[in-house]
């Protein structure tokens, strides 16, 4: 899974079909109510504000069984630095060390969660509280970046446990809405997650990407 990594907002408001998915098939996955997505949450165990706790392979969101591994796998939160090679390899090939670097890494209330097979790490992504372009107002707003796993480790359900573990935390600090800049290639495991696309593609650096989101 190559996900959310972009840092310029896209404009429109209107539908679009990405990857060989019609929109209507994504949009089918309605993003689940809020009190629906807490009551999921209840007896989660997940507070990436806790350095390093772990969520073993079944999550609190445990709604789509399918992406889950069938494996020991876990994701547990880490700091910033470790995440930060797999970004290069996977999101930021031949570009400056800095690149790896995004605004929002160090916020406070931040959440780097990763998966490690053995001791190599093989899945991230980040969790910050961001408003959307589209709707500036949300305060209560979440921003999932730089979702990547390792080249021959996508389609095992790894890059799901990573992003249980991140809208585990923004719900755990009072977050109701979370968004990302999908890249091309990843709407089909947002929408598996309840998220839906919100207006047209826009490209950032070559790369088409859509914004997606849903109710926490």
Known sequence: ??????????????????????????EAASPPTPRASRELNRGADVTCAVAHDEVHGVSARADHREEQPATSARARSVDVAPVRPLRMEVLRPGRPPDASVYPGDDH????????????????????FPETPPWAP??????????????????????????????????????????????????????????????????IVEGIEHVHMWRDL
């Open 1 to 26: 899974h190559r996900g959310c990594d972009s840092t310029l907002p896209g404009a429109g408001r209107r539908g679009c079909h990405r990857g060989g998915l019609p929109l209507a098939e994504l």
């Open 108 to 127: 406070p209330l931040a959440c780097h969660a990763a998966v490690h097979l053995d001791t190599d790490l093989v899945a991230i992504g980040t969790v």
């Open 137 to 202: 107002d949300r305060r209560d707003a979440w921003r999932v970046r730089g979702m990547a796993t390792r080249d021959g480790l996508r389609g095992r359900g790894l890059g799901r446990l990573v992003l249980n573990v991140l809208i585990d935390h923004a719900v755990a600090n009072d977050g109701s809405f979370i968004w990302c800049e999908a890249r091309i290639g990843a709407p089909r495991f947002y929408a598996r997650a309840g998220f839906v696309i919100e207006g047209e593609p826009f």
